[in-house]
């Protein structure tokens, strides 16, 4: 007797709402990602350590924040963080054109912004990841991993591309205003959730203490050896990404001499094997178990990451689409494949802290990775500043790749 097919998550009318605020979000937030750093590269003219501050300034409050803000999350409701911070980030945004139009925007007013935007991030994205279990159960976590994986491929695929093509059209600060819009329309899909869920935190009313609650998150990741070798994994691709974020517009745009708007095609190409690895990430999954798939995908994550140095004008511009393509394939994979297993194991009471610790520990090197990528540009130049950044995301996956016990996980 065959088993019946799984139920379609997108026949769940919450978890409708919750992937289509989860899509215009990060559709929004790709488009930025090309318009802050152009923004302050060329309206107002940053200097290549100037441009690593302000991938730092983004992304400092993992660092400041990103551990309390596990436990803070657990003692409350989901739904009301994520919209809170989708309207917070909204209004922050929409300063930057506000503030451009009359000709009064500086670098203090964007690394503001920066910063509020990054605060509402860390909350943002602790409560998103914890509230899942509640719209779809844990029988289904992988496949919603895979479609919020999705999600995250498709708004790299049409964000960046559509971000560069109204820098040029409209200039970069009032690019913002999409990424702007985005958060306010995930915001409203937000509010039509009704999923039945409660704070985790054992102590919702106040009486529990915060910091031993924060060390539970932090001993639970710590006697997981799986969760430790995927923690430093995050943390190096993380680094590298803030080495990528403050270099490579700098270095395709002032270096190679791209326009914006090739600029951001050039970025939205690679997310082609994002969408590829969101699609076959499950079926890996099922296939190979979780811990060969999350191995096989790092191998092929540094493999096809290695060509990406080589980049340059002319033919070999080529190189980076397709290099960050086929490795989009691989590290979609493990993402999925880590994300779901690490909820899987983990108690409800700490789903909060378990997400808080793991940013806390792989993205808390993003805005280090900004201040180095700002020092060597400015010290030694844009290009080798490049390559590090290159370097450093080929190596990224050496913490998996050097325990192959972990093909044994299920």
Same mark, same amino acid.
């Given at each position: &007797?065959?088993?019946?097919?799984?139920?379609?998550?997108?026949?769940?009318?919450?978890?409708?709402?919750?992937?289509?605020?989860?899509?215009?979000?990060?559709?929004?937030s790709?488009?930025?990602?090309?318009?802050?750093?152009?923004?302050a590269?060329?309206?107002?003219?940053?200097?290549?350590?100037?441009?690593?501050?302000?991938?730092?300034? =983004?992304?400092?409050?993992?660092?400041?924040?990103?551990?309390?803000?596990?436990?803070?999350?657990?003692?409350?409701?989901?739904?009301?963080?994520?919209?809170?911070?989708?309207?917070?980030?909204?209004?922050?945004?929409? @300063?930057?054109?506000?503030?451009?139009?009359?000709?009064?925007?500086?670098?203090?007013?964007?690394?503001?912004?920066?910063?509020?935007?990054?605060?509402?991030?860390?909350?943002?994205?602790?409560?998103?990841?914890?509230?899942?279990?509640?719209?779809?159960?844990? =029988?289904?976590?992988?496949?919603?991993?895979?479609?919020?994986?999705?999600?995250?491929?498709?708004?790299?695929?049409?964000?960046?591309?559509?971000?560069?093509?109204?820098v040029?059209?409209?200039?970069?600060?009032?690019?913002?205003?999409?990424? /702007?819009? @985005?958060?306010?329309?995930?915001?409203?899909?937000?509010?039509?959730?009704?999923?039945?869920?409660?704070?985790?935190?054992?102590?919702?009313?106040?009486?529990?203490?915060?910091?031993?609650?924060?060390?539970?998150?932090?001993?639970f990741?710590?006697?997981q050896?799986?969760?430790?070798?995927?923690?430093?994994?995050? /943390?190096?691709?993380?680094?590298?990404?803030?080495?990528?974020?403050?270099?490579?517009?700098?270095?395709?745009?002032? =270096?190679?001499?791209?326009?914006?708007?090739?600029?951001g095609?050039?970025?939205?190409?690679?997310?082609?094997?994002?969408?590829?690895?969101?699609?076959?990430?499950?079926?890996?999954?099922?296939?190979?178990?979780?811990?060969?798939?999350?191995?096989?995908?790092?191998?092929?994550?540094?493999?096809?990451?290695?060509?990406? /140095?080589?980049?340059?004008?002319?033919?070999?511009?080529?190189?980076?689409?397709?290099?960050?393509?086929?490795?989009?394939?691989?590290?979609?994979?493990?993402?999925v494949?880590?994300?779901?297993?690490?909820? @899987?194991?983990?108690p409800?009471?700490?789903?909060?802290?378990?997400?808080?610790? &793991?940013?806390?520990?792989?993205?808390?090197?993003?805005?280090?990775?900004?201040?180095?990528?700002?020092?060597?540009?400015q010290?030694?130049?844009?290009?080798?500043?490049?390559?590090?950044?290159?370097?450093?995301?080929?190596?990224?996956?050496?913490?998996?790749?050097?325990?192959?016990?972990?093909? =044994?996980?299920?």
């Amino acid at each position: &007797m065959t088993e019946a097919a799984p139920r379609s998550l997108w026949r769940v009318r919450d978890f409708r709402r919750y992937a289509g605020a989860d899509a215009i979000s990060k559709f929004g937030s790709e488009v930025s990602l090309v318009a802050l750093p152009l923004t302050a590269a060329l309206t107002l003219h940053a200097s290549p350590f100037q441009v690593g501050l302000l991938t730092a300034a =983004e992304m400092v409050a993992f660092l400041l924040v990103g551990l309390p803000a596990g436990a803070w999350v657990d003692r409350m409701r989901r739904r009301p963080v994520l919209v809170a911070a989708d309207v917070v980030r909204a209004l922050a945004l929409l @300063s930057i054109p506000a503030a451009a139009v009359p000709g009064v925007l500086g670098l203090p007013q964007l690394y503001a912004v920066a910063l509020v935007n990054g605060l509402c991030t860390v909350f943002f994205d602790v409560a998103h990841q914890s509230y899942l279990p509640s719209i779809v159960g844990r =029988e289904d976590l992988t496949r919603g991993h895979g479609t919020l994986a999705a999600n995250q491929s498709l708004a790299r695929l049409a964000g960046p591309g559509i971000g560069g093509w109204l820098v040029q059209a409209l200039t970069a600060p009032i690019a913002v205003v999409a990424d /702007a819009l @985005s958060y306010a329309g995930s915001a409203l899909l937000l509010l039509g959730v009704r999923a039945d869920e409660k704070p985790g935190g054992r102590d919702v009313r106040g009486g529990g203490r915060l910091w031993p609650e924060i060390a539970e998150g932090l001993l639970f990741v710590a006697g997981q050896p799986v969760l430790r070798r995927v923690a430093a994994v995050g /943390a190096l691709m993380m680094l590298s990404f803030g080495l990528w974020s403050a270099t490579v517009p700098l270095y395709l745009v002032r =270096e190679v001499g791209t326009s914006p708007g090739t600029y951001g095609m050039l970025l939205s190409a690679g997310a082609v094997g994002g969408v590829a690895g969101a699609w076959l990430a499950p079926r890996v999954a099922a296939r190979l178990g979780t811990g060969r798939a999350m191995y096989a995908a790092a191998w092929a994550a540094t493999v096809c990451t290695a060509p990406l /140095a080589l980049t340059a004008a002319g033919p070999r511009l080529l190189i980076l689409p397709v290099a960050l393509a086929a490795s989009g394939v691989a590290t979609t994979v493990f993402s999925v494949a880590q994300g779901a297993y690490r909820q @899987s194991i983990c108690p409800p009471h700490l789903l909060g802290r378990l997400s808080a610790t &793991m940013r806390f520990l792989m993205w808390g090197p993003m805005p280090l990775g900004g201040l180095l990528a700002g020092t060597l540009g400015q010290l030694a130049g844009v290009r080798v500043a490049f390559w590090a950044a290159c370097g450093a995301y080929t190596l990224a996956h050496l913490p998996v790749l050097l325990a192959p016990w972990i093909r =044994e996980v299920s």
